[in-house]
């Protein structure tokens, strides 16, 4: 599965959404109905499901799906 | 989620206030894991009483004040596992002495273990609970935690430090429908309270007003109630047992 599905699945799984409503553009607060602590919980899914610490300070700037994807991305590499 | 047990871990549950807790969560329907940190056969024997009165129970040994440690038994035992229904932090220990002969490793121990423990359980079942989107959990505090004690500057900075943790944690979990709630016991009928000199024994019951010491029961029963559906629209509160002192 590519970085982008796992990413997607996670998304899904966490807040409860379907995969229509996952687009890269999509904003997990306003788009998706998250909420602080669902932030929160996806970025720990997110650090468990690949192996990576992310940082609180680039927590913070991961808003929408495409910045989630994108930031895995970069630091797989 | 549905097929998993409904369960209640109880820190500290071998002896005492725990030991009560625990059995009466058994009953209660609940499967018991109950956590012991240095006597094994008196864990086994509470389980087996659990067992023996038509419930489910196992005794597990778990330092609460070590994080890594928390972290596993929550791994191994509890996610994906058990239905975490409940969560009661009552593990503790006291190291007591005036503060000015106070040593620093005395005030942390107590720290680490009551105060420190507690987070690191209620951290990890924060987890498993919100996205179970339902779970209560218990802290269980002190009257000596909210009036202060000579001789317990650091079991009442962690007892106390315990209700902060409570009312934190109440609100942010809330959304996720999982309640926080601490008991704080009076002064209880244990070990510790018998072997006090009679006269220590009447000054403290000068103190309260239905003149008696409360039972490990009193305690468990409130514990109970906070951990069942009677009590889904409590939280971030600090139930006393305490025989009427007012703190």
Do not use: W
Request: aromatic share 6%; charged share 20%; glycine share 8%.
């Amino acid at each position: 599965m590519s970085v982008e599905a796992r990413v997607k699945k996670i998304i899904m799984d966490q807040l409860g959404v379907s995969e229509d409503a996952v687009k890269s553009d999509a904003s997990f607060v306003e788009d998706l109905g998250a909420d602080s602590l669902d932030l929160t919980e996806l970025i720990m899914a997110m650090e468990e499901e690949f192996g990576v610490e992310i940082e609180d300070e680039q927590a913070q700037k991961i808003l929408k799906v495409c910045d989630a994807v994108n930031f895995i991305e970069s630091s797989a590499k | 989620m549905s097929t998993l047990v409904p369960t209640a871990v109880v820190t500290g549950g071998s002896r005492g206030i725990g030991r009560s807790i625990a059995e009466t969560l058994g009953k209660a329907g609940f499967q018991v894991f109950l956590t012991y940190v240095s006597k094994p056969q008196e864990a086994e024997a509470v389980a087996a009483s659990i067992v023996a009165a038509g419930g489910k129970a196992k005794a597990f040994a778990l330092q609460v004040g070590d994080s890594a440690a928390v972290s596993a038994f929550f791994q191994d035992h509890i996610k994906d596992q058990v239905q975490l229904s409940v969560l009661v932090n009552n593990a503790g220990i006291t190291k007591d002495g005036f503060l000015i002969r106070m040593k620093d490793e005395d005030y942390a121990a107590v720290i680490d273990i009551n105060l420190k423990g507690a987070f690191y359980c209620l951290r990890e079942a924060a987890k498993i609970m919100s996205k179970q989107r339902t779970g209560s959990i218990v802290n269980i505090t002190s009257v000596v935690g909210q009036m202060g004690n000579a001789g317990q500057a650091n079991y009442c900075s962690a007892k106390a430090g315990l209700i902060g943790l409570t009312k934190s944690a109440a609100k942010e979990l809330a959304s996720r429908n999982v309640t926080v709630n601490a008991v704080a016991p009076g002064f209880i009928e244990t070990d510790m309270t018998t072997a006090l000199p009679e006269a220590v024994r009447e000054e403290y019951l000068s103190h309260i007003p239905l003149k008696r010491f409360g039972a490990c029961k009193d305690i468990a029963n409130a514990v109970a109630f906070l951990a069942s559906e009677n009590a889904t629209y409590i939280t971030g509160q600090v139930l006393a047992v305490n025989g009427g002192m007012y703190c």
